[in-house]
């Protein structure tokens, strides 16, 4: 995948639909009874990198305070959905240690992971910023994931919602309407190509997660250091 391309043809379908107030809203964020959660193998950015994103959450903030912005400690870059959220799921129903041997065995190979946070995009409830592995160590990684948890017996639902090949975080979801998507739109076009930062990845983790993400719902299970 041409990471750029995608990233480019994705904000310009999903500026049109802002502007065009065909944009959706995400019911769930305040939901106290959701009960969506799986396990997630995450990349966080390093602390400089998020404080970059967090004035560009200032911005935003600025025209529209009332939709729903990652804190700081929420902000991440999935690199496998290893079980999706579902209703209902829980650590009891699986071996915790079997996916943690697993992640390890894939990670043999793995030396080095660099990312580069540049730019924003889009989605049509959603906004994000982009991220660019420097070589195609990621891409590498998750394919061995893919193979490895696939010859195993054990839960896993990966790739069942999409086939996850991108590094972007996302930062700010729309839970209200939005106050005024112009703005919006003008701001996002002067952070369309901001340079947020490089970073080099230290460690992975694994984390038992709702289905924001939110450090209050969050369980880790294990650190992976590179």
């Not at 400690?73 to 496998?80: E, G, L, P, Q, S």
């Not at 999706?84 to 990670?107: A, M, P, R, T």
């Not at 061995?144 to 991108?166: A, C, G, V, W």
């Amino acid at each position: 995948m041409n990471l750029a391309e995608h990233y480019n043809q994705l904000y310009k379908t999903s500026s049109e639909a802002i502007l065009a107030e065909n944009y959706t809203l995400d019911t769930q964020i305040n939901n106290g009874s959701d009960s969506r959660f799986g396990i997630t193998l995450l990349i966080r950015p390093s602390e400089t990198v998020r404080a970059n994103i967090q004035l560009f959450l200032e911005d935003l903030k600025a025209i529209d305070d009332v939709q729903y912005y990652y804190p700081d400690a929420d902000i991440h870059i999935t690199v496998m959905s290893i079980i999706s959220c579902y209703d209902g799921f829980s650590l009891d129903k699986i071996k915790v240690h079997d996916y943690i041997e697993i992640i390890e065995k894939s990670l043999i190979e793995v030396n080095q992971i660099n990312i580069e946070f540049r730019g924003i995009t889009a989605s049509s409830s959603a906004i994000m910023i982009q991220g660019f592995p420097s070589d195609k160590t990621l891409t590498a990684f998750r394919n061995k994931l893919r193979d490895n948890f696939k010859k195993s017996d054990l839960q896993q639902s990966i790739d069942s919602r999409y086939t996850i090949e991108t590094a972007h975080s996302t930062v700010m979801r729309f839970q209200e309407t939005l106050k005024n998507p112009e703005k919006l739109i003008q701001v996002l076009e002067q952070y369309r190509d901001y340079d947020f930062g490089e970073f080099k990845v230290e460690k992975l983790e694994l984390v038992y997660n709702d289905w924001y993400q939110k450090v209050e719902n969050t369980i880790h299970l294990a650190d992976f250091y590179l």
